[in-house]
Nanobody
Framework: QVQLVESGGGLVQPGESLRVSCTASGFSASPVSFKFHDWAWYRQVPGGEREMVALIHPGGISRYADSVKGRFTISRDDPRNTVYLQMNSLKADDTAVYYC?????????WGRGTQVTVSS
């Protein structure tokens, strides 16, 4: 059974940076190994829909939501089964719980997320 664990969130001030991580386990029993998956970061605010903010394909090609383009960078470390999201120039609007998942997302992959709060 695949499990995703997000970490690295916290409280930062506007303009600061933060890097969140997502580490996957259980892929040894999966028919498709970690390195062949698309991986995405999503975020959700209370009462809102989850939105995808960044996506990375096998090989490293990435795409971003307009709201984070130029500020966020997604990367992957396949030998470590880990995906990262480097967030720079953070704004109050970036406050949310951040999750990683496949793209399209799989219901059985959702983890608990990591809270990112941007506030002065």
């Amino acid at each position: 059974q695949v499990q995703l664990v997000e970490s690295g969130g916290g409280l930062v001030q506007p303009g600061e940076s933060l890097r969140v991580s997502c580490t996957a386990s259980g892929f040894s029993a999966s028919p498709v190994s970690f390195k062949f998956h698309d991986w995405a970061w999503y975020r959700q605010v209370p009462g809102g829909e989850r939105e995808m903010v960044a996506l990375i394909h096998p090989g490293g090609i990435s795409r971003y939501a307009d709201s984070v383009k130029g500020r966020f960078t997604i990367s992957r470390d396949d030998p470590r089964n880990t995906v990262y999201l480097q967030m720079n120039s953070l704004k109050a609007d970036d406050t949310a719980v951040y999750y990683c998942n496949d793209q399209p997302p799989r219901d059985d992959f959702w983890g608990r997320g990591t809270q990112v709060t941007v506030s002065s």
